[in-house]
């Protein structure tokens, strides 16, 4: 069964210091990765993505991502946290075939950057 | 630019009584909408999808009903809802004509049935 894990319920790291969310997926084929941020009681909002090409991403708010296929891993990074960066993020794959583009997300990471 | 909006924001409602949520588009054309329930702010589970007018594919036996009216119209609906139908109901988008792989997220609606 095709699927996204987020080990980690909740991460906390002190405001400053580098953040890592992690991710690992189980997909057949060559998947697309996305990364979303989700804030108390709005949408989720689109943060990165990888498709194709290098293996680090950029997106919005200074994160990161590096796709690595041998570990199946699309781990969340960010070098300095931000106290406001304290939201719900999710890890999501579609496979490469996925029909109507239906995307297959992770349980959500809460992070917590403490001042 | 591409927007979406999902109205109401917040609902009450008792149970037993209907449901309707409406999510429209702006800005794309032939769109692929998606429903989804999250529930305690957690994951996100699939509703319904759609890829076409009148083409409405459901992922999980439930109370609800989703139709799509309108190329950029996307409607759930309930004739009697239950209390397990509580939580944050979101629309999604995406366009592969346009190149798009990911799904742009509507703001949400809070349903609360008591």
């Known amino acids: 069964a095709q699927s996204v894990a987020q080990p980690e319920d909740q991460v906390n790291v002190a405001e400053g210091n580098p953040l890592t969310v992690k991710c690992t997926y189980s997909?057949?084929?060559?998947?697309?990765l996305f990364w979303y941020v989700q804030y108390p009681n709005r949408g989720l909002q689109f943060l990165l993505k990888y498709i194709t090409g290098d293996n680090l991403v950029k997106g919005s708010y200074g994160f990161e991502a590096e796709f690595n296929k041998s570990q199946t891993s699309f781990h969340l990074k960010k070098p300095s946290a931000l106290v406001s960066d304290s939201a719900l993020y999710f890890c999501a794959v579609r496979p490469s075939y996925s029909s109507a583009s239906k995307i297959i997300f992770g349980s959500g990471t809460r992070l917590s950057i403490r001042p | 630019s591409q927007t979406i909006h999902q109205w109401p924001a917040t609902l009450v409602q008792p149970v037993g009584s209907p449901l309707s949520l409406e999510c429209t588009v702006e800005g794309t054309s032939n769109p692929n909408l998606y429903w989804y329930r999250q529930a305690a702010g957690r994951g996100l589970q699939l509703l319904f999808y759609?890829?076409?007018?009148?083409?409405i594919s459901s992922e999980v036996p439930q109370n609800l009903s989703a139709s799509r009216p309108q190329d950029r119209q996307f409607i759930l609906s309930s004739k009697k809802l239950l209390l397990s139908d509580s939580g944050f109901y979101l629309c999604?988008?995406?366009?592969?004509?346009?190149?798009?792989?990911?799904?742009?997220f509507g703001p949400g609606t809070r349903l609360t049935v008591l």
């Open positions: 997909v057949s084929g060559n998947p697309y």
């Open positions: 759609s890829v076409g007018i009148g083409q």
């Open positions: 999604a988008w995406t366009n592969l004509a346009g190149q798009y792989n990911e799904q742009f």
